[in-house]
């Protein structure tokens, strides 16, 4: 299996529509829709943190995948329904791809109404 690495991540989050990026936390890459953010990867393994990739999903979801061995609710964001991903045997890179849409999906529907529109428009970058 081919590993998950951040730039595999930045090639997914950034075809999605208006996505940006902006590096976080010192060494974390954090990708955003309207401001807020949908995914976040590490740029450096850092010695105490196994984390691949974090990311938003359904309350659904997160009891879902936290479920699973590889998987943990992800550190400081668990309550907004965010997991992190240990092992990337735990999931396929479809299904990694299949999840980021998926966060990226819920936190656009959370945004204000002005902001969607705005974005749909092509006017807001950010």
Not at 13 to 29: N, R
Not at 51 to 72: N, V, Y
Not at 73 to 90: C, G, I, K, T
Not at 109 to 114: A, C, D, E, V
Request: neutral net charge.
């Amino acid at each position: 299996m081919t590993p998950v690495s951040a730039e595999w991540v930045r090639t997914v989050c950034m075809a999605l529509p208006h996505t940006t990026e902006t590096v976080q936390w010192g060494d974390d890459l954090v990708f955003k829709i309207g401001g807020k953010m949908y995914a976040a990867v590490p740029l450096e393994p850092a010695a105490n943190a196994k984390a691949l990739l974090s990311f938003k999903c359904t309350e659904e979801g997160f009891d879902e995948l936290i479920e699973r061995p590889g998987i943990i609710p992800a550190p400081y964001l668990a309550r907004a329904h965010w997991v992190s991903l240990e092992d990337p045997a735990a999931m396929t890179k479809t299904e990694i791809r299949k999840r980021l849409a998926e966060a990226y999906a819920i936190v656009l529907s959370t945004l204000p109404k002005k902001v969607r529109t705005t974005l749909a428009q092509g006017t807001l970058e950010a």
